[in-house]
T-cell receptor
Framework: ETGVTQTPRHLVMGMTNKKSLKCEQH?????MYWYKQSAKKPLELMFV???????ENNSVPSRFSPECPNSSHLFLHLHTLQPEDSALYLC????????????FGEGSRLTVL | DQQVKQNSPSLSVQEGRISILNCDYT??????FLWYKKYPAEGPTFLIS?????DKNEDGRFTVFLNKSAKHLSLHIVPSQPGDSAVYFC???????????????FGQGTILTVHP
């Protein structure tokens, strides 16, 4: 139990669907992240939020839309995805941006048909 | 172009012996390095880190060594235990240019298996 909870753990969606991934942290952290892990590839940073403000968009396609309503919650809205977007999506949080000690959730396994 | 590379996909070690996991990086702006461990069906968990001002950092059975001139770091686990069996990820970041330390660049991971 890392204090970072992701739902759903598994998601199957068609290319025309709209779905959302949710992340919640109970650690009192101020920074939150979305990382993506595709098959046989390293974890790849997608978005960074600090005090609810987006500080990093790592050239992510607009079909991925993040939302951070407060420092404890982070969403990733998914729309018109492609099969190659199938991956493990990991949420993480940290005390602030000055540390690399991230606390990860267990991930949401996404399959796009 | 991968900036952090773990060239060994897997490593098998006998219980009680030393495990050495290696990592190479290419970006000279990296100045902070970390190791994460990941069990199946769990997210990665932070293990140990090292700043570029040091060449060694120790935490119990885990020691990380940094060779800046070679752009190489390694994680030593002594003695290895079966519970150490997991995927180990090397990660790097830098503060130069306003980049936050939380913006990590990961290697592909090395699967460590420790046999009883």
């Amino acid at each position: 139990e890392t204090g970072v909870t992701q739902t759903p753990r598994h998601l199957v969606m068609g290319m025309t669907n709209k779905k959302s991934l949710k992340c919640e942290q109970h650690l009192g952290h101020n920074a939150m992240y979305w990382y993506k892990q595709s098959a046989k590839k390293p974890l790849e940073l997608m978005f960074v939020y600090n005090f609810k403000e987006q500080t990093e968009n790592n050239s992510v396609p607009s079909r991925f839309s993040p939302e951070c309503p407060n420092s404890s919650h982070l969403f990733l809205h998914l729309h018109t995805l492609q099969p190659e977007d199938s991956a493990l999506y990991l949420c993480a949080s940290s005390r602030d941006l000055n540390t690399g000690e991230l606390f990860f959730g267990e991930g949401s396994r996404l399959t796009v048909l | 172009d991968q900036q952090v590379k773990q060239n060994s996909p897997s490593l098998s070690v006998q219980e009680g012996r030393i495990s050495i996991l290696n990592c190479d990086y290419t970006n000279s702006m990296f100045d902070y390095f970390l190791w994460y461990k990941k069990y199946p069906a769990e997210g990665p968990t932070f293990l140990i880190s090292i700043s570029s001002i040091k060449d060694k950092n120790e935490d119990g059975r885990f020691t990380v060594f940094l060779n800046k001139s070679a752009k190489h770091l390694s994680l030593h686990i002594v003695p290895s235990q079966p519970g150490d069996s997991a995927v180990y990820f090397c990660a790097a970041s830098g503060s130069a240019g306003g980049t936050s330390y939380g913006k990590l660049t990961f290697g592909q991971g090395t699967i460590l298996t420790v046999h009883p």
